[in-house]
T-cell receptor, first 114, second 112 residues
Framework: EAGVAQSPRYKIIEKRQSVAFWCNPI?????LYWYQQILGQGPKLLIQ????????DSQLPKDRFSAERLKGVDSTLKIQPAKLEDSAVYLC????????????FGPGTRLTVT | DAKTTQPNSMESNEEEPVHLPCNHS???????IHWYRQLPSQGPEYVIH???SNVNNRMASLAIAEDRKSSTLILHRATLRDAAVYYC?????????????FGKGTKLSVIP
């Protein structure tokens, strides 16, 4: 079974530029999550999708971050414009259903904002 | 949300058992106890979860105190590959969010 795929693995941009991350969840998984992990901290949930609808985006900085999952499969997370404090690893995860015990994480995208 | 308390770091010798503690004194009756681990430069990986009874799987065992205010993740025989950050997380089921709220976890070092 293929795992959660993310690209790119690494990205370096200057502040005020824009960037996009892509995630392909495990086939058949209805729920998709985006997390932000700052160095030395645990992951923090940014947004949760159930199929193509948003379930929870309470911690997403909506003035600069946006995410979509148009066909209920792949998802993109965008930052525009980026700030220095956005430097982090962005993790995508998926699960069969929102209440299922196990979330499967991708390898993450390491973003450096200079 | 109920919070968990874990030691910042622990060390273990290779091939010896490891007991990773977690305190969750404000746990509610609908909170499941989940453990994830994160190897260096990888995303978190599910380890085990339970509600009241002790649980075993191929990776580890989870021992839950009778009052559920604490739990212990047991790795029966540590290997170098088990060196990771281990997160103890309470996940509420039923109405409400199903999100995982990660703390800083316990960094486990395995000594050859």
């Amino acid at each position: 079974e293929a795992g959660v795929a993310q690209s790119p693995r690494y990205k370096i941009i200057e502040k005020r530029q824009s960037v996009a991350f892509w995630c392909n969840p495990i086939s058949g998984h209805a729920t998709l999550y985006w997390y932000q992990q700052i160095l030395g901290q645990g992951p923090k949930l940014l947004i949760q999708f159930q199929n193509n609808g948003v379930v929870d985006d309470s911690q997403l900085p909506k003035d600069r971050f946006s995410a979509e999952r148009l066909k209920g499969v792949d998802s993109t997370l965008k930052i525009q414009p980026a700030k220095l404090e956005d430097s982090a690893v962005y993790l995508c995860a998926s699960s069969l259903e929102p209440g299922s015990g196990e979330q499967y994480f991708g390898p993450g995208t390491r973003l450096t904002v200079t | 949300d109920a919070k968990t308390t874990q030691p910042n770091s622990m060390e273990s010798n290779e091939e010896e058992p490891v007991h990773l503690p977690c305190n969750h004194s404000t746990i509610s009756g609908t909170d499941y106890i989940h453990w994830y681990r994160q190897l260096p430069s990888q995303g978190p990986e599910y380890v085990i979860h339970g509600l009241t009874s002790n649980v075993n799987n191929r990776m580890a065992s989870l021992a839950i105190a009778e009052d559920r205010k604490s739990s212990t993740l047991i790795l029966h025989r540590a290997t170098l590959r088990d060196a990771a950050v281990y997160y103890c997380i309470l996940k509420r089921t039923g109405a409400g969010s199903y999100q995982l709220t990660f703390g800083k976890g316990t960094k486990l070092s395995v000594i050859p």
